[in-house]
Structures are given as C-alpha cells and as structure tokens.
C-alpha cells in the first residue's frame, strides 16, 4: 500500500517562505518513485482543486502561471521525495496542499498540509 506524507505547511506573513516535502512509502518495487509523475495540488475553500507544479520521471517541470517564477518543484529518488519550495508567498495561495504521485500502476494522494498565507 503505498502512503505520501507531506510536510512543511504552516502560516506565513506575505512575502514569507515556505518548503513542503512529500515522502512516499509503501512502494511495492523497487525503483518506482522514479518512474512516476509527481505533482502538488492545493484546494482553498470553496474552490476546486488545482494542479500547481508536476515533475516527470526526465525531471521537467510543469507550473500553473500564478506560481512561475516563486515556486520551485524538485525531487529526491533516493529517498522517495518530493518538495516545493514556495517563494514569494502571496494571501492567495493559501490553501490545503496535496502530493500526488502518478505510475502506471495508479494515483496516489497524500492527505495535504495547510499553507495560509496571510499578515
């Protein structure tokens, strides 16, 4: 059964800082972090849920505009980890952030962090 755990939420004033990390457990074989797609996604409430950065198995990255340039996706197939480093923070970011790892085999998602943004 595989798990994600992600970390590093918190609050944060405008402007501020903040790195998530994902760790994926679980993984039934060896090596298939590295072959899959993974991706963050946040929900604010009362909206849908949206894609915010993606990193596939070559390493290229993906990112919604509102974040381009602030936000920095990259991953660790050593140790089954994915993070994101979140600059620049704006109140509109706030949101539950969820981790989710894409494979042949399946999706699988996190239960999120809370990130609020806010002075």
């Known amino acids: 059964q595989v798990q994600l755990v992600e970390s590093g939420g918190g609050l944060v004033q405008p402007g501020g800082s903040l790195r998530l990390s994902c760790v994926a457990s679980?993984?039934?074989?060896?090596?298939?972090?590295?072959?899959?797609?993974m991706a963050w996604y946040r929900q604010a409430p009362g909206n849908q849920r949206e894609l915010v950065a993606s990193i596939h198995r070559g390493y290229g990255e993906d990112y919604v505009d509102s974040v381009k340039g602030r936000f920095t996706i990259s991953r660790d197939n050593t140790k089954n980890t994915v993070s994101l480093q979140m600059n620049s923070l704006k109140p509109e970011d706030t949101g539950n952030y969820y981790c989710?790892?894409?494979?042949?085999?399946?999706?699988?998602w996190g239960q999120g962090t809370q990130v609020t943004v806010s002075s």
């Open positions: 989710k790892m894409a494979t042949l085999q399946g999706e699988y």
């Open positions: 679980g993984i039934s074989f060896r090596g298939i972090f590295s072959y899959a797609t």
